[in-house]
């Protein structure tokens, strides 16, 4: 699929200044993270009126896709939400091709650039991750984000992705009656190896779930969007700082993948963006 110039989607947002408009008609949605700061905190050298941009391109996304699964990590939809990842990501490489003019381009992929960093940021929040114990990033690689197939390893943890029926020769279970955080440990066993299973929770307005019966918890059991979900605030900031982790570090892997397809005429377009370079990671010991 060529460029989609779907500059209709985000209204007639051709420029950061309507896009800081509209940031007024959404708000995060009462159960989800806390996306503006997350992003502000992790791309805090990014000029304003960008920041102001990328923060209403993530926020929208939970009124734009409010239905999606794979948006939000949503309903062990892992392998969506990486696709989703992946796809929003090549959208904003291709708005900063030579042939999409500024500011159309910039403002373009700042709102995908958005979307995927809303549904990276969820991950952490709507997932068994931090359950588990796991303390690294999802991916820090800095080529396109990888898929998550259905009952494969997550290199970084060891995690099996628990998406779907399970193959017959694995047995997926957890301790429902136990007290949190405890009761969200997935384990997946083969013969006499075991692992932890990554889940998400379920979201009933949400279409299609991916949780298998046995181990599927609801949003309501297992997000950690607000530090004041009553006892797992030691969560919810786990999760948070993983989530600005994963934000600096995909800030890393856009100057990479624009780099791979435009040269240095991309890294001079996103090098726009930054106000302040001593502020951004040093991509180059990511
Ligand atoms: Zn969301």
Redesign the pocket.
């Known amino acids: 699929m060529g460029l989609a110039l779907t500059l209709g989607c985000a209204g007639e947002a051709g420029t950061a200044e309507a896009l800081e408009e509209s940031a007024e008609e959404f708000s995060t949605a009462p159960g989800?993270a806390n996306h503006e700061e997350i992003t502000s905190t992790a791309l805090a050298f990014l000029k304003p009126a960008v920041l102001t941009a990328l923060t209403a391109g993530n926020v929208s996304?939970?009124a734009l896709l409010a239905l999606s699964n794979a948006?939000?990590f949503d309903d062990c939809n892992f392998s969506g939400g990486a696709a989703f990842v992946a796809a929003k990501q090549a959208e904003a490489v291709r708005a900063l091709g030579p042939s999409v003019p500024l500011p159309d381009g910039d403002a373009l992929a700042i709102v995908a650039f958005g979307h995927s960093l809303?549904a990276l940021q969820?991950f952490y929040a709507h997932t068994n991750w931090v359950e588990l114990g796991g303390d690294v990033l999802v991916d820090q690689s800095l080529t396109a984000f990888p898929p998550l197939r259905p009952y494969s390893v997550v290199p970084s943890t060891g995690f099996i992705v628990v998406q779907g029926g399970k193959p017959r020769h694995l047995a997926v279970v957890r301790d429902a009656d136990a007290p949190y955080p405890e009761y969200a440990i997935v384990t997946v066993r083969e013969r006499r190896k075991t692992a932890y299973g990554l889940v998400s929770g379920t979201v009933d307005y949400e279409p299609g779930n991916h949780c298998p019966p046995p181990v599927a918890m609801t949003h309501d059991e297992l997000n950690k969007d607000k530090s004041t979900v009553p006892g797992r605030t030691a969560q919810h900031l786990a999760a948070e700082s993983l989530a600005i982790r994963q934000t600096r570090h995909e800030w890393c892997r856009l100057n990479q993948l624009v780099h791979d397809a435009w040269g240095d005429a991309g890294t001079e377009r996103l090098a726009a963006w930054v106000a302040d370079p001593s502020a951004a990671p040093d991509c180059s010991a990511e």
Do not use: K, L, S, V
């Open positions: 989800e996304t939970d948006a939000h809303h969820d």
